[in-house]
């Protein structure tokens, strides 16, 4: 069973610049820094920035949505407003923003039922495949459950309980968000060997590592399957 997201990687261009961009803007402290990764405390889930240095390499044009208490969204929306061209749209009475960061990363902030105060945690991330039904078969054997299917069926929203992921064929989405591709997400689940064995055929690669198992998806998206 999936219990909740551990980390998101993104892939930037200059790390100073992304870092400062996060800590100014959307209030996030840097716990750790070194030449080409920073982690930054986003509340429940770790945001890690990446320079193009190694592999597993951090996502490209990724859109993702940090939580935020649904009272802060309009202070939110104020302050940003200042800065960026905001896209608002509404989900079943919750709102929620987006703007692009330095590095063409699509961020939503979305109201949540967190405590806060500030961003806490990574509710969604859209993950780009090729073939919409190979990966919805995939990520079920991960444990994850298919609960929307859009009308031309160009995406899926599948849930964990704790965080959603949405799979998308190539489009331009909501703000013209783009799903990312080589995304790099950390999971953290009770039996993370069961999970694997019940993937490994399907996946391009499977190794361990501290704490659990890397998988490389079917359209090359790293997968951490890490021990509770």
Known sequence: MIEDMEWLALEVKYLDRAKSFYESFLKLDTREK????????????????????DVPRGGLHTHYAFSIPAAEYDRWYDQL?????????????????????????????????????????IFEVVFEVEDLSRA?????????ETVDVGDDRKRIRQTAGAFDIELWEPHLGLADARGGVHV??????????????AARDDALGVEEIDSGYRIRDPDGHYISLLGS
């Open 34 to 53: 070194g030449e080409t990764e920073a982690v930054l405390d986003a509340g429940s889930t770790d945001l890690i920035l990446r320079t193009p240095s």
């Open 81 to 121: 407003g200042e800065r960026f061209d905001l896209v608002e749209h509404s989900f079943g009475g919750q709102q929620s923003l987006y703007f692009y960061d330095p590095d063409g990363n699509c961020v939503e902030l979305g109201q949540s039922e967190v405590t806060g105060p500030g961003i806490d945690g």
């Open 136 to 144: 919805e078969s995939f990520y079920e054997r991960l444990g994850f």
């Open 184 to 197: 790099d997400i950390g999971i953290r689940l009770s039996e993370p060997a069961e999970v694997v064995d």
